[in-house]
């Protein structure tokens, strides 16, 4: 099966992290949409035009990370990321809706200042002085404080979480807000995750990829002069 | 169990619906956000201000809808929801996804006093299409949203039928349009008695409200 989008995109990296937990990394070939994203294959691909896309042996095309996470996590084999205790793996499933409704959703004006240079002053003010600071209180509210998102071990709010570890450092804090400020389990699961191979791995990936895109910017602007 | 939340949020209404489903809707009561909602009692009990939340018995809260939903569907007896294959699993949550995260969050915009004229008309005409022409893709065309029996997704989308008639039909939204696999269901939900609970149910939280 082939998995399509950029490890830049935290929706692709859930995707990706959650393979690397179960140790399947090599059992899922992962791709670039042909002609990059919003061109005529991707769409033809996928009519959403999004990442991340899953498209199965068979031709079927599964879309929206947390259903093809969960999908990874069924199939494949190696550590569980959802409990098996309902209430537990309702805490993993709201946290990683907190990541889509709320830190996605006040990151988004820097990330698209620096991604997609779209760049609106009055909107990243109100992201950093209210919807971020908001955002980090109710997810240290919910946040376990074990060094994982939920319980002790690696679990898909794991996976959806830590991305936006890596965009803190490289998107937002040129912005002003470059850490969790005095919330100690937020603290203590940034620590953590950041210790180990998984996050580590992670932050790898997303660099890259920010790397390649920093120095095609840098290349086209001089080809540009 | 209580599900803390007015009767007219269809996000509300999708817990009950999945409780109805399990014929289980008795385990349920909707008790309204105490103080009113964004009160200090609201933040107390829910630090994100929303609905719907359901108190647990230690006194912790679930929030999100698909959270709470997907718990039910476990921890309440009656028929499973969430899919029977990993691949239906997964098209159940892709399916509620796609209500929650296009769908609903177009359809929130269009609720009185939410947008002005201009956005409104922008998201009838753009944003709430692309919304149904992604239902209209993944759906089933068995007038089931996955597979052919109800599950999670259709107790996503069941609620905003009632939107679409009271709301939608305001703004030029009465319906899914000339989409037959959406058609189909929406013809086999007004037989279903969990989607005319539903209806019914929000129609009568909507005239309390006066």
């Known amino acids: 099966m082939k998995l399509y989008g950029s490890n830049l995109s935290p929706f692709v990296e859930r995707c990706i992290i959650t393979l690397?937990?179960?140790?399947?990394?090599?059992?899922?070939?992962?791709?670039?949409?042909?002609?990059?994203?919003?061109?005529?294959?991707?769409?033809?691909?996928?009519?959403?035009?999004?990442?991340?896309?899953?498209?199965?042996?068979?031709?079927?095309?599964?879309?929206?990370?947390?259903?093809?996470?969960?999908?990874?996590?069924?199939?494949f084999g190696g550590p569980t990321l959802l409990p098996d205790d309902?209430?537990?793996?309702?805490?993993?499933?709201?946290?990683?809706?907190?990541?889509?409704?709320?830190?996605?959703?006040?990151?988004?004006?820097?990330?698209?200042?620096?991604?997609?240079?779209?760049?609106?002053?009055?909107?990243?003010?109100?992201?950093?002085?209210?919807?971020?600071?908001?955002?980090?209180?109710?997810?240290?509210?919910?946040?376990?404080?074990?060094?994982?998102?939920?319980?002790?071990?690696?679990?898909?709010?794991?996976?959806?979480?830590?991305?936006?570890?890596?965009?803190?450092?490289?998107?937002?804090?040129p912005f002003g807000i470059g850490d969790f400020g005095d919330r100690p389990k937020l603290n203590r699961w940034k620590d953590a995750v950041l210790a180990a191979d998984i996050g580590k791995n992670a932050m790898q990936r997303m660099g890259a990829v920010l790397e390649k895109m920093m120095a095609a910017r840098a290349r086209a602007a001089e080809a540009a002069q | 169990m209580i599900i803390y939340g007015h009767g007219v949020s269809p996000f509300v209404q999708r817990c009950f619906v999945v409780a109805d489903m399990k014929g289980q809707f008795d385990a349920m009561t909707l008790a309204l956000v105490p103080d009113g909602l964004h009160s200090d009692a609201h933040?107390?009990?829910?630090?994100?201000?929303?609905?719907?939340?359901?108190?647990?018995?230690?006194?912790?809260?679930?929030?999100?809808?698909?959270?709470?939903?997907?718990?039910?569907?476990?921890?309440?007896?009656?028929?499973?929801?969430?899919?029977?294959?990993?691949?239906?699993?997964?098209?159940?949550?892709?399916?509620?996804?796609?209500?929650?995260?296009?769908?609903?969050?177009?359809?929130?915009?269009?609720?009185?006093?939410?947008?002005?004229?201009?956005?409104?008309?922008?998201?009838?005409s753009d944003d709430m299409q692309k919304a149904m022409d992604a239902l209209e893709h993944f759906a089933s065309d068995t007038g089931?949203?996955?597979?052919?029996?109800?599950?999670?997704?259709?107790?996503?989308?069941?609620?905003w039928l009632f939107h679409l008639r009271v709301f939608g039909k305001k703004v030029g939204l009465p319906d899914f349009g000339d989409r037959p696999k959406l058609a189909a269901w929406q013809a086999n939900m007004s037989k279903q008695d969990v989607a005319k609970g539903a209806f019914e149910r929000a129609s009568t939280a909507l005239r309390d409200m006066g």
Not at chain 1, 44 to 73: C, H, R, V, W
Not at chain 1, 107 to 126: E, S, T, V, Y
Not at chain 2, 144 to 155: E, I, P, Q
Request: proline share 6%; with cysteine.
């Open chain 2, 144 to 159: 089931f949203l996955v597979g052919n029996a109800l599950t999670l997704a259709d107790a996503a989308l069941i609620p």
């Open chain 1, 20 to 75: 690397d937990v179960k140790g399947a990394l090599d059992q899922v070939e992962h791709l670039q949409p042909e002609g990059g994203m919003h061109s005529a294959a991707h769409f033809a691909q996928n009519p959403m035009g999004k990442i991340p896309y899953l498209i199965l042996d068979d031709g079927t095309l599964l879309i929206e990370s947390q259903a093809i996470a969960e999908y990874f996590d069924a199939i």
């Open chain 2, 43 to 124: 933040k107390a009990a829910n630090p994100l201000g929303k609905i719907p939340y359901l108190e647990m018995a230690d006194g912790s809260v679930l929030v999100e809808s698909a959270a709470i939903a997907a718990y039910l569907d476990m921890v309440l007896d009656g028929p499973p929801l969430a899919g029977d294959s990993a691949e239906d699993r997964a098209r159940v949550q892709m399916m509620a996804a796609l209500v929650d995260g296009y769908f609903g969050r177009g359809f929130e915009r269009l609720w009185p006093g939410r947008a002005d004229e201009e956005t409104v008309q922008r998201v009838v």
């Open chain 1, 86 to 173: 309902p209430l537990e793996r309702a805490k993993v499933q709201m946290l990683c809706r907190l990541y889509d409704t709320h830190i996605i959703r006040g990151f988004a004006p820097p990330l698209m200042a620096l991604i997609w240079q779209r760049k609106d002053d009055a909107a990243i003010a109100n992201a950093i002085e209210k919807d971020i600071p908001k955002a980090f209180d109710d997810l240290e509210y919910f946040i376990g404080d074990q060094g994982r998102a939920v319980g002790d071990a690696w679990t898909l709010a794991d996976a959806a979480l830590t991305p936006m570890l890596f965009q803190l450092e490289a998107f937002i804090k």
